[in-house]
């Protein structure tokens, strides 16, 4: 605990953070408020995360709610928000995107196989969410036609669902008549902010065709 002095802000030690953890022997430093003009500094001697942690088990009960798909520094579950959200992963090659991606339908599995949940995945890559294509079915494409079909698709859904919901609710409560689809995406055009269907979309560095759009081939809403 330290105690700030008259006239200092938060930002005046949050800057001075490699000078604390220098100075304490540390080699990083995190400053917290614990009330007014009481900061809490804390100083980890190792790194928890350094190494791989081994996959999350597998849920028993299935829900749509918050996914675990890791592990936090201090031990506690690391819980991902996808129903009611969008989610955005982006890192460079190798940073472990493809973790989160399979970590997230690793916890939605009980969900799927009770019918509460379904993932639409495009690939153009065809280098990571091919190896679910058994798990993902009809609701996965890997060309650029067929990416842009599956997304009109989820479109339509997006649509028939907020026709029905208009007027009358914001959010869907899934059901094994009316799942939730997962749309998060590491690069893809917006998302809809409605439609709960999630499809995953692995990034790829050649662009979408630049042929004149169909209707309905944007998903914003």
């Known amino acids: 605990m330290a105690r700030m002095l008259s006239g200092q802000a938060v930002k005046d030690w949050a800057d001075r953070t490699d000078h604390l953890a220098h100075g304490f022997g540390s080699p990083s430093c995190r400053v917290t408020v614990a009330k007014a003009g009481r900061l809490v500094l804390t100083f980890p001697r190792r790194d928890p995360l350094a190494e791989p942690l081994p996959a999350v088990p597998v849920p028993e009960v299935a829900t749509v709610g918050p996914v675990e798909v890791g592990r936090c520094e201090d031990g506690t579950p690391y819980l991902l928000k996808v129903h009611g959200t969008h989610v955005l992963i982006a890192g460079a090659t190798g940073a472990g995107k493809g973790s989160w991606l399979w970590s997230t339908i690793r916890g ?61 609710q914001r959010s869907h409560a899934p059901t094994v008549d009316d799942p939730s689809s997962w749309y998060s995406s590491t690069r893809s055009p917006s998302s809809p902010p409605t439609s709960r269907t999630r499809a995953f979309v692995n990034a790829s560095r050649r662009p979408w065709p630049r042929s004149p759009p169909r209707a309905g081939r944007s998903v914003s809403a």
């Open 108 to 168: 939605l599995l009980p969900a799927v196989r009770a019918g509460l949940v379904q993932v639409w995945a495009l690939d153009p890559k065809r280098m990571e969410l091919s190896f679910g294509r058994a798990l993902f079915g009809a609701r996965y494409a890997a060309d650029s036609k067929e990416c842009a079909d599956l997304l009109d698709e989820a479109v339509s859904v997006m649509q028939e669902r907020a026709d029905r919901f208009a007027g009358l």
